[in-house]
């Protein structure tokens, strides 16, 4: 046992001489040299040595050291042995040259123990700040934070000096300032709070916490690092909101491309389409399809455009499916609408187990195409996936289509004038039959669109209707039937609430809460928020 | 749509309708205990024993179909949630079930279900409370369904929520609340539900002799059930009923209390599903909240419409024809039963609108072959 402690303790003080002895460049290969040394102590110190040198060459060489794969020759050369492709190589270590004429019995395996493995872990971390892998320094400077010390100031700066990618230099000084913080005089540790009050990163968060309950803290210092944290938790409380707020809109926009279709079946025709949601399968299946096909009939550079031929195919699809369900069912049943709703929940139920009977049931992969691959950083502590913004955008052109076809072309105004006045529409010569058809093709291929959309963010699945038929009847109820404006603030809001419940209430319960609320705001308000007046809602009365 | 014939008051209790339930209440309550008990095992008429709560679980069905049939078929109300009354009436018998496994469970607690020492809970939930007591449960099978329907209801029909509007926040109630009994911390047992019984009332649920007896349980509770349906629709009150079914406003105008019918129509028949639910549960085994899902309530509609809304017997018959279909498919070719359904749903609502129901009687009333749309009216 004492022994065992003599040794930790003389190990201990060749650690602090071995950091403190000043290591310059031109003794790399002196360094690599003592990592051959007779006693352990004297490759640790060559280990720490190298670690704080700052040189990436070392790097391999320390990995290879901890793997016992370090040799070390009878003229006193060091080299590494690598399995390459089955066949061993072995490289002089400081110059990197192949040695062909590979002597093995003449080159002995370099011991390790457990001790000189902590050391080499140590550095090289330290080292990969001066990795030629840009990735690499950009995880160590983000892993600097989480130890920092004097010694990683100094390497920090050294790395800094180095460094020519902004980013990285950005993640390294902050891991500077926050070393400063632990290790630094007053002066570079005003500074470092001052550094660290821009950040939104909940680990330098806790370090200045930390720091501002430390015992012997200046009372300056500790003044500074309060507004620090007051100003990190604004720039928090704002991230959150605007993290929240997105996502909000982004739910809102599925729950919009999901809602918009059934807004003008149900909402301008007053048909209770409960198949609306396998509308929505179909189209994401369309766009399964469509990815499938371009994966095997067309070159691989075209793949990415798989989506912007799945949008219209859906749209024709559905809108054709939804064609042949009028025709073929919904028109007997006009004027009886829970019956209606009985008549589509069946032919839901057999486009469902269709699906599953060709598909299989269990969940396609539809991948992003990769310019919707990633999401970029608008203000720090949140990512905009490129995703997500691009169904925001995409439901409003479908919404300012849509709001375009129905208010400024024929056929839109041959629908408005069928839905108010279907026997004077008659009478002026418009084909009632066709514009019933055509309108619920329009309602069903934009909810096939939907379900092109909804395969960048979710699983495609027989059952993907249900998930969205719920939510997009609430949708159309609470914003008003019959009105586009409703259906638009119904879903925003809907997402909003809903994204802002989540954190406190957690998914589920914040869920329950939401569809409580509207059963009771149905109660008062029973025809939605952006109720239709006059006549028309006479009739409907 | 016309007042439906056989509805008068004259001919309601008269002798031959007695006659004739007389003889559908021996057949449902004696054929199946003596083809069970007293025909030998190995004859080709006789009941093996697990066919009893098949049987029994379809008489809770019909029972179910009855209750949605009274507001839908009468009053003109569809609730596409009433299997969330269903549920919460098998919930507290399941309740019950649970407290009386005590130490059997697999941790031996005397007091607490094994759910609940799963999650580490120390003490009994209050809602819990009281459950251990046959009668207390059997209360609360009644009270929860109908206080949450005459709560549900007095706001919906107060603010004169109708047709559709109606049939989608009764949707919007039970998902919510199958989503809430999905929760584990809710004290309900999560997705497993509760499950495992071992007795009720001191009989084992597993003897047969207690499956005969629950048997004629739900087929009692049938039998009464229909009479009560079949007093509350010849009575005044079902005047009311139907005519604020055809024309909600005019009803109103007459000085009738169109609220207060539906509020007292919608409570009653949401108590006779929770007795349904109640009946079911021990019979099946377990509650689960997929129970409460709005897939299983549509699926009631169905049942009603295959036997004919607005006549009592219909919806008694479809529930039994589409579940012995169910139980008959889903076993010999499970992938076509949901084309069978969906194609019911649709053949139902475009070519007999009225059901089985529909082909005894003479039609009163030729539809017009292509109707035209006119947004959701009162005749829903």
Redesign the interface.
């Known amino acids: 046992m004492a022994s065992a402690r003599l040794v930790g303790f003389a190990g201990l003080i060749l650690l602090l001489v071995a950091g403190a002895a000043p290591a310059s460049a031109d003794d790399f290969a002196a360094l690599v040299g003592g990592l051959a040394g007779d006693s352990f102590a004297e490759k640790q110190r060559a280990v720490v040595a190298l670690g704080t040198l700052g040189d990436a060459r070392a790097i391999p060489i320390l990995q290879a050291l901890a793997d016992e794969r370090l040799l070390k020759g009878s003229d006193a050369r060091i080299a590494i042995s690598a399995t390459d492709g089955g066949t061993a190589r072995v490289r002089d270590a400081v110059t990197g040259a192949d040695i062909p004429d590979i002597d093995l019995p003449g080159f002995g395996r370099i011991i390790v123990n457990n001790r000189l493995r902590g050391a080499i872990k140590v550095a090289l971390g330290a080292l990969t700040l001066f990795s030629s892998d840009p990735a690499d320094r950009l995880a160590a400077a983000q892993d600097a934070l989480r130890h920092p010390s004097a010694e990683e100031a100094a390497l920090l700066e050294k790395a800094i000096a180095a460094e020519q990618n902004s980013d990285i230099r950005a993640a390294m000084q902050q891991s500077l300032a926050a070393a400063r913080l632990v290790s630094g005089s007053k002066q570079e540790r005003l500074a470092a709070i001052q550094a660290l009050s821009t950040t939104t990163d909940p680990q330098i968060k806790n370090l200045l916490e930390e720091f501002r309950t430390s015992p012997g803290a200046d009372p300056e210092l500790r003044k500074a690092a309060d507004a620090a944290l007051a100003s990190i938790g604004n720039r928090l409380w704002l991230v959150g909101l605007a993290a929240n707020l997105f996502q909000g809109i982004s739910l809102g926009s599925v729950l919009l491309l999901a809602a918009i279709g059934l807004a003008i079946t149900f909402g301008v025709?007053?048909?209770?389409n409960?198949a609306h949601g396998e509308m929505i399968m179909l189209g994401a299946y369309t766009a399964f399809v469509c990815q499938q096909l371009f994966r095997s009939f067309l070159p691989a550079g075209w793949i990415d455009a798989y989506l912007l031929v799945a949008v219209p195919v859906a749209f024709l699809f559905a809108g054709g499916v939804g064609v042949v369900l009028e025709r073929s069912?919904i028109?007997?049943?006009?004027?009886?609408?829970?019956?209606?709703?009985?008549?589509t929940?069946?032919?839901?139920?057999?486009l469902?187990?269709?699906v599953?009977?060709i598909f299989g049931s269990p969940n396609k992969e539809v991948s992003n195409p990769s310019w919707m691959t990633g999401g970029f950083d608008p203000i720090g502590g949140f990512t905009v996936t490129w995703s997500r913004l691009y169904i925001i955008i995409f439901c409003f052109i479908v919404l300012g289509v849509l709001a375009l076809v129905l208010n400024r072309t024929a056929f839109g105004l041959h629908m408005r004038a069928v839905t108010q006045n279907?026997p004077m529409a008659s009478v002026m010569g418009i084909r009632?039959a066709r514009v019933?058809a055509l309108t619920f093709g329009l309602g069903s291929g934009i909810a096939g669109m939907a379900g092109v959309a909804l395969t960048q963010v979710g699983n495609v699945s027989p059952n993907l209707g249900?998930i969205y038929i719920?939510d997009s009847?609430?949708v159309v109820?609470f914003g008003g039937v019959g009105n586009l404006m409703g259906t638009l603030v119904g879903a925003l809001s809907l997402g909003i609430v809903n994204k802002f419940l989540e954190p406190v209430a957690g998914a589920?319960?914040g869920?329950?809460v939401i569809?409580?609320a509207?059963?009771?705001f149905?109660?008062?308000r029973?025809r939605g928020l952006f109720a239709l007046r006059g006549r028309?809602a006479e009739?409907?009365a | 749509m016309a007042v439906a014939p056989g509805v008068g008051a004259r001919s309601a209790w008269g002798p031959g309708f007695w006659a004739s339930f007389a003889a559908c209440a021996l057949v449902l309550t004696l054929v199946v205990p003596v083809l069970n008990i007293w025909v030998a095992p190995d004859s080709p008429v006789a009941l093996p024993d697990y066919l009893v709560p098949l049987l029994g679980k379809y008489l809770c069905y019909a029972l179910l179909a009855l209750s949605l049939d009274l507001i839908?078929g009468y009053a003109g109300i569809?609730s596409?949630g009433h299997g969330a009354f269903f549920a919460l009436g098998g919930y507290c018998m399941g309740m019950y079930l649970m407290r009386q496994i005590g130490t059997r469970g697999v941790y031996g607690n005397p007091l607490l279900p094994d759910f609940m020492v799963f999650l580490n809970w120390k003490e009994l939930p209050w809602f819990w409370w009281g459950f251990d007591h046959f009668a207390y449960a059997a209360a609360m099978v009644v009270l929860v369904p109908g206080l949450l329907a005459l709560v549900?209801g007095w706001?919906?029909f107060?603010?004169?929520?109708t047709?559709?509007?109606l049939?989608?926040?009764t949707?919007?109630?039970t998902?919510?609340l199958m989503?809430?009994f999905?929760?584990n911390d809710m004290g309900f047992g999560g997705n497993n539900g509760l499950t495992d019984y071992k007795d009720i009332l001191g009989w084992d649920v597993h003897w047969s002799s207690t499956r005969l007896a629950l048997y004629l349980a739900s087929a009692l509770a049938l039998g009464l059930g229909y009479l009560a349906c079949r007093f509350i629709t010849v009575s005044k009150l079902g005047r009311v009923l139907l005519a604020l079914r055809d024309a909600e406003s005019r009803v109103r105008f007459l000085g009738y209390s169109v609220t207060n019918a539906k509020l007292f129509v919608f409570t009653f028949s949401a108590v006779l599903a929770g007795i349904a639910g109640a009946l079911y549960v021990p019979q099946v085994g377990i509650i689960n909240p997929s129970e409460f899902s709005?897939?299983n309530s549509?699926e009631i509609?169905?049942w009603v419409?295959v036997g004919g809304r607005g006549s009592l017997l219909g919806p008694i018959v479809g529930a039994v024809l589409v579940n012995l279909a169910k139980t008959w498919l889903t076993g010999a070719a499970p992938?076509t039963w949901?084309?069978v359904?969906?194609?019911?749903?649709?053949v139902?609502?475009?070519v007999f609108?009225r059901g089985l129901a529909g082909l005894t009687r003479r039609p009163d009333r030729i539809r017009p072959?292509?109707?035209?749309?006119?947004?959701?009216?009162e005749?829903?």
């Open positions: 025709m007053g048909v209770i409960m069912v028109r007997f049943l006009y004027g009886r609408p829970l019956e209606t709703l009985l008549a929940w069946g032919v839901s139920l057999i469902q187990q269709a599953r009977s279907r009632t019933d249900t719920v009847f609430l109820v589920i319960l869920k329950i569809l409580v509207i059963i009771l149905i109660q008062w029973p028309i009739a409907e | 839908w569809l596409l549900f706001l919906a107060r603010s004169r929520v047709g559709v509007y049939s989608i926040i949707q919007a109630m998902y919510a989503l809430a999905f929760r709005p897939g549509i509609a169905i419409s992938e949901l084309f359904l969906g194609a019911l749903f649709v139902m609502t475009l609108p072959s292509v109707a035209v749309p006119v947004p959701a009216g005749q829903a």
